[in-house]
C-alpha cells in the first residue's frame, strides 16, 4: 500500500494489497492516464458516453462525473451526454421487464444531471444508408498543440469566473435537454427486428448483428446530436476476449481499430475506449466499494448452453485460464497493443467493407480460396440481385457472417439501401 498505515482491504495481484484510499487513487489515476496519454479528446469538445448499464460503462459514468466536479484537482474539460441502447426485444425481455429496465435506467441517468438519450434497438432498422459511410471530418482551428488549447481554456475559464458567469457557457451541462422518458416502440417495428435475429443461422452471427446495429445507432445519436467522440466502456478483460475472438472470426487485420483505444473508422465521429486498462476484477470491486448502481441485461436468448457461440467459448476459455495463470488477461491485452491500425484504412469508397467501415482485405489468390464459402443464389424471385451480389463489398470477416444472416429481404433496410447504390453506382 502507497499510503503505509490503512489497512488492506483488496489484493489485486500477488503483492498488490490496496486499501480503499490508495485503490480509489489507484483507479481514477488510470482512467485519468488513458485520456492523457493519448491526447484526442479537446476541452469544449461534445462527448458521447455509450452506457449498457453494465459494471464497465457504469464505472465509466462514475470516473467522468468525479472528473468534472470543481473539487478535483485536474478536472475533465469536454462536455457529457449519455445514450442508452434498450436491447431487450432481442434479448427475451417481456414487454414490462423492458419497461423496468429502461424505468431504472432513466433514473440513474437523470440523477447525473447530463444530458441523456434513450434509444431502442428497433430504430436501427430506421437508419440512413450514410450510416455506412464514413462522415466528412470537421477541421479543428488550427491549435499548435493540445497543451496550448488546454491553456487557452483555462484562461477562458478563469475569465468568465472573473466575470461573475457561469466558467464556459458552452461547457453546462444543462444546456441541452434531457429527452423525455421514451416508450416501447410499436409492436410492428419490434416484431420486425426480431424476424431479422430470428432468421440468423447461428449464435455467433447473432452477437456479431447485435453489435453491428449498437454501434451504428449509437454514432447515428452522435451525429445527430452534435458528439464528435463517443467513449464505450470495454475494460482490459473484454478488450482480450474481443482480441481472440475477432481472430476466430477472421478480422485478424482489423484488431487494432478493433480493440484499440482509438476507432477513425466513421470519420467525423471517433469512439475511444477510456477503460481499457482495467481489468474486470477491479472494476467490479471499484463498483462494491462505491456503490455504483448498475443495470444489468440478460445475455441473447439460445438454445445451445455449452456452446452458444464463438464469442461465449472463447471468453469461458480465457476467463478458465485466468484463475490458473493470472497474468493470461493482461499479456493478451498487451499483445494488442503492439499492433497497428494501418490495414483496416481504406483508401477509397471501392476499397471499403459495406458493414464494417474497413478496408478489404480479399485480391487475387485469396478470393479464389474463398470461393467455396460464398452464397451462389443469383436471384431473388422478385428479379433483384440476391446475396451473392454482396458479396464482393465486404471484406473477409464481414463475408463469413453474411453468409449466416439469413434471406436479402431480412437484412436492415439501411443496408439494403447502400449495398445497391454501391452496386449501381
Not at 22 to 38: I, P, S, T
Not at 337 to 361: T, Y
Not at 382 to 408: H, V
Amino acid at each position: 500500500m502507497k499510503c503505509g498505515h490503512g489497512s488492506a482491504a483488496l489484493v489485486i495481484r500477488v503483492g498488490d494489497a490496496f486499501c480503499r484510499d490508495c485503490f480509489q487513487q489507484y483507479f481514477v489515476h488510470k482512467f485519468r492516464a488513458m485520456l492523457g496519454k493519448n491526447r484526442v479528446i479537446f476541452p469544449g469538445e461534445k462527448v458521447l458516453l455509450a452506457l449498457s448499464g453494465g459494471p464497465a460503462s457504469s464505472a465509466m459514468l462514475r470516473q467522468v462525473q468525479e472528473g468534472l466536479s470543481r473539487e478535483t484537482a485536474k478536472r475533465l474539460r469536454f462536455v457529457p451526454g449519455l445514450v442508452y441502447i434498450d436491447e431487450g426485444s432481442v434479448r427475451g425481455q417481456s414487454p414490462a421487464q423492458r419497461e423496468q429496465s429502461l424505468t431504472r435506467m432513466e433514473t440513474l441517468l437523470r440523477a447525473t444531471g447530463f444530458p441523456y438519450h434513450l434509444a431502442h434497438l428497433e430504430q436501427a432498422l430506421e437508419l440512413p444508408p450514410s450510416i455506412l459511410r464514413p462522415g466528412p471530418e470537421v477541421p479543428r482551428e488550427p491549435v499548435p498543440s493540445y497543451k496550448e488549447a488546454v491553456d487557452g481554456f483555462i484562461q477562458q475559464q478563469r475569465q468568465g469566473d472573473r466575470d461573475g458567469g457561469t466558467s464556459v457557457p458552452n461547457l453546462s451541462t444543462q444546456d441541452t435537454p434531457a429527452e423525455p422518458p421514451a416508450r416501447l416502440p410499436s409492436a410492428t417495428s419490434t416484431q420486425e427486428l426480431l424476424r431479422l435475429f430470428q432468421a440468423v443461422e447461428t449464435p455467433t452471427a447473432r452477437e456479431e448483428l447485435l453489435q453491428m446495429l449498437r454501434i451504428h445507432l449509437i454514432v447515428q445519436t452522435a451525429r445527430t446530436k452534435g458528439y464528435t467522440k463517443v467513449m464505450t466502456g470495454e475494460s482490459c478483460t473484454r478488450v482480450a476476449i474481443k482480441l481472440l475472438t475477432n481472430l476466430a472470426l477472421g478480422r485478424g487485420a482489423f484488431l487494432a481499430v478493433d480493440t484499440g483505444f482509438l476507432d477513425r473508422r466513421h470519420g467525423d465521429v471517433l469512439v475511444v475506449r477510456p477503460m481499457r486498462d482495467h481489468t474486470a476484477k477491479e472494476i467490479a470491486f471499484y463498483n462494491h466499494f462505491f456503490n455504483v448502481p448498475t443495470v444489468i441485461a440478460p445475455p441473447l436468448p439460445t438454445k445451445r448452453r455449452d456452446k452458444p457461440s464463438i464469442h461465449r467459448l472463447i471468453e469461458r476459455f480465457l476467463l478458465g485460464l485466468q484463475e490458473d495463470f493470472p497474468s493470461t488477461i493482461s499479456t493478451v491485452y498487451r499483445t494488442g497493443e503492439k499492433l497497428s491500425p494501418a490495414p483496416a484504412v481504406a483508401s477509397s469508397e471501392s476499397q471499403r467493407c459495406l458493414l464494417c467501415l474497413c478496408a478489404l482485405d480479399i485480391d487475387g489468390e485469396e478470393e479464389l480460396a474463398l470461393e467455396p464459402t460464398l452464397i451462389t443464389e443469383e436471384m431473388e424471385g422478385d428479379g433483384t440481385e440476391g446475396k451473392a451480389a454482396l458479396i464482393p463489398l465486404l471484406c473477409y470477416g464481414c463475408r463469413l457472417t453474411f453468409k449466416e444472416l439469413g434471406p436479402l429481404a431480412t437484412l436492415p433496410p439501411y443496408v439494403r439501401a447502400e449495398a445497391e447504390r454501391r452496386i449501381h453506382r
